[in-house]
């Protein structure tokens, strides 16, 4: 460490409040490659609401260069709501997204995640065998809120948001997931694990980013995610912080102040929910939850007609 930087930090030992020569010593530790250092002292600044012109764009191309996209986007995006040129750091962050094919005239980019898309599902509730008191519930908690939204809106609730239904596997949860979206008469995005993860990093919370954004774009919309328990596994029972950082990124999807979730509603499906990141049950989240049973005899019935 050299002698400016050890001179800046008695400084600051002595005025801990001086906010110019705290940038000072995040600039001197990013110039001398000690990242983690500067990124500290840009933090202190930005959660004290000082010299966001000089900080958020730094902060923000350190957390990418360090793995940890999550905060660079949210840099990047408070930067931009104060009108701050951020183009370095939103250059940084679009070189992350996925290539992706074009159509047979090489015209146009497809979406990644267009193919998992429906704009007008093709089954609704009288095409699921039994299950009625899980249909009912449904229609309360998650059909009737966007139908009759402004009925809603005056006693303070709002259509959108999470629903965990839950069950051993081959129940019928993703198929009641596609007929509530018909039900709504809504768009329909199957968001498929195999479709995020990658072995790039910051790569996956990319892709789920690009997930989320295209569901926005399309909203009011249903947004369904299969294996919760293996995109959201608890933090707690990690033993890497590979997935951490995915976590991290759906938590700000769901709830981050630059989003508005009120047109969408994210269903999610698991076998295992005692291994689902707790944060993710909290208010707000997924905390609406749906146990879907096997098929009694009478559904077993409607089913095989």
Known sequence: ?????????????????????????????????????ALKHYGILLEKGEQHDKALVPAGLIAFETGDITLARQYLSIAQKLNIDAKSLEDKLDSLKVKVPVNSDESSPTNTFADDLEIEPSIDFSNVGGLEDVKKLIERLIIMPFKRSELYAKYGKKAGGGVLMYGPPGCGKTMLARATAGECKL?????????????????????????????????????????LDALAFSRQKQSTNYM??????????????????????????????WDIDDAML?????????????????????ILR
């Open 1 to 37: 460490m050299n002698e400016q930087i050890k001179s800046l930090e008695e400084a600051l030992q002595l005025s801990p409040d001086n906010h110019i020569l705290r940038l000072m010593l995040a600039q001197v530790y990013q110039e001398s490659s000690y990242p983690q250092e």
């Open 187 to 227: 768009p329909f995005l199957n968001i498929k694990i195999v479709n995020i993860l990658s072995k790039w990093i910051g790569e996956s919370e990319n892709n789920l980013h690009e997930a989320f954004k295209l569901a926005r774009e399309k909203a009011p919309c249903v947004v369904f995610i299969d294996e």
């Open 244 to 273: 951490r950082g995915l976590v991290d990124q759906l938590l700000q999807e769901l709830d981050s102040i630059v989003s508005d979730n009120n047109d969408l509603l994210i269903i999610a499906a698991t076998n295992a929910p």
């Open 282 to 302: 909290r208010p707000g989240r997924f905390d609406r939850r749906i146990f879907v049973p096997p098929p009694d005899e009478t559904a077993r019935r409607a």
